[in-house]
């Protein structure tokens, strides 16, 4: 059960990878991938890559242009771009503390967790009403968008 909501939340942090770029938790899932034994391998924290800043305007940018967004479905657009900024606004800046023991470690993964998925729920109601504004090719492009994350 809990292998499964795991699983779950990570294949929805895709989204916020577009939203506010590579956290520390997110990058160390990512490098544990989704494979069976993942969720069962430690988290560490403290030897994760520094996150780099996301490029919030660039992927907003990109996004733009792979949905070909017309003038009428700006506003819907523009909504979800805001809340885009405002979720890499509310990500940790700079890396993690490098010697951090595993009780921290882990409780920093969580406020790191915690803080992506309140980025996913604030994005959720915008990104609802731009997906209802779009052409069926439009979703088809949003679709594969938030499913490769940004740069893809």
């Not at 992927?59 to 909504?79: C, D, G, K, V, W």
């Not at 309140?118 to 439009?138: E, F, S």
């Amino acid at each position: 059960m809990v292998r499964a909501a795991g699983m779950a939340v990570g294949a929805g942090m895709a989204a916020v990878l577009l939203a506010n770029g590579a956290a520390p938790a997110r990058a160390a899932l990512s490098e544990e991938g989704l494979s069976p034994g993942a969720l069962s391998r430690p988290l560490i924290l403290a030897q994760a890559p520094a996150p780099q800043p996301p490029n919030v305007e660039a992927n907003i940018a990109q996004l733009h242009q792979r949905l070909a967004i017309t003038p009428a479905q700006e506003p819907q657009f523009s909504a979800l771009a805001n809340i885009m900024r405002q979720n890499a606004r509310m990500m940790p800046a700079g890396p993690p503390p490098a010697n951090l023991n595993a009780v921290d470690g882990l409780r920093l993964a969580i406020q790191y967790g915690q803080q992506e998925i309140d980025g996913m729920r604030r994005m959720l109601p915008a990104l609802q009403a731009l997906y209802a504004v779009l052409t069926p090719a439009q979703r088809q492009a949003a679709d594969q968008a938030f499913r490769q994350g940004p740069g893809q």
